[in-house]
T-cell receptor, first 117, second 114 residues
C-alpha cells in the first residue's frame, strides 16, 4: 500500500491563480480530511468527507472547495490564490469508528508546500 | 467549541532523561479521542500515542506514556529515556468520535541534547 499520496510536493502560485491539490489513498478509507499548517503552528481543518459524495466544512474553509466523487480521491481546489493561503497542506484518511482494540487513526500524506506570491 | 492548548512552546531534555509535555483541552462531547503526534523536520505527521476518553487506563507505547485526567481535561505526554531521534515538534490533538475531525494544539518543540 502506498498509503496517502499528495501531489504536487511544492508549488509557487501567483496571486489570483487557481490550482488543485491532489490527494489519493489506497486503503479504502471512508473518511478523508484536508488540513493546513502555517509556519510554527498546529494543523487546522479545511474540509472533510465521510464518504463519496459527502463533504463538509472545517475550521478554515474560505477560499477553498472540495469534491469527493470516489472513495480514493479527495482533491482540494484553490480559487483566486491569496498570500494568506501560503501554507503546508496535509491530506489525511481514516476508517473512523469505535472498534475497541483497533488502532484507527488518521494517516497523513507527506504534505504539499504552497507559496503564493 | 472544542479547543486544545499546549502551553509550552519549547522544551529541552538531556539524552536518556525523562520529559513531560503538557496539553489541556475542552470539549462538550462525551466520547472523544486524544492523540499525540510527532512532526520531525521532514514534516511527516507520525502518531505517537492514542487515548480513548472512555478508557480510564492510561495508554502506553514503549517509552511513551500519557497521564489522562478526564475531569481536569488534561492529557500530558511522558517520554522516558529520551533519544536524539525524539527531537521534533509534538502536537496534542482532540478527535471527534462522530466525524474523526482533529483539533490540534499549537505544538511544543522538543530538543533532545546529547
Amino acid at each position: 500500500n502506498a498509503g496517502v499520496t499528495q501531489t504536487p510536493k511544492f508549488r509557487i502560485l501567483k496571486i489570483g491563480q487557481s490550482m488543485t491539490l491532489q490527494c489519493t489513498q489506497d486503503m479504502n478509507h471512508n473518511y478523508m480530511y484536508w488540513y493546513r499548517q502555517d509556519p510554527g503552528m498546529g494543523l487546522k481543518l479545511i474540509y472533510y468527507s465521510v464518504g463519496a459524495g459527502i463533504t463538509d466544512k472545517g475550521e478554515v474553509p474560505n477560499g477553498y472547495n472540495v469534491s469527493r466523487s470516489t472513495t480514493e480521491d479527495f482533491p482540494l481546489r484553490l480559487e483566486l490564490a491569496a498570500p494568506s493561503q501560503t501554507s503546508v497542506y496535509f491530506c489525511a484518511s481514516t476508517t473512523w469508528g469505535l472498534f475497541e482494540g483497533t488502532q484507527e487513526t488518521q494517516y497523513f500524506g507527506p504534505g504539499t508546500r504552497l507559496l503564493v506570491l | 467549541a472544542q479547543t486544545v492548548t499546549q502551553s509550552q512552546p519549547e522544551m529541552s531534555v538531556q539524552e536518556a532523561e525523562t520529559v513531560t509535555l503538557s496539553c489541556t483541552y475542552d470539549t462538550s462531547e462525551n466520547n472523544y479521542y486524544l492523540f499525540w503526534y510527532k512532526q520531525p523536520p521532514s514534516r511527516q505527521m507520525i502518531l505517537v500515542i492514542r487515548q480513548e476518553a472512555y478508557k480510564q487506563q492510561n495508554a502506553t507505547e514503549n517509552r511513551f506514556s500519557v497521564n489522562f485526567q478526564k475531569a481536569a481535561k488534561s492529557f500530558s505526554l511522558k517520554i522516558s529515556d529520551s533519544q536524539l531521534g525524539d527531537t521534533a515538534m509534538y502536537f496534542c490533538a482532540l478527535g471527534s468520535s462522530n466525524t474523526g475531525k482533529l483539533i490540534f494544539g499549537q505544538g511544543t518543540t522538543l530538543q533532545v541534547k546529547p
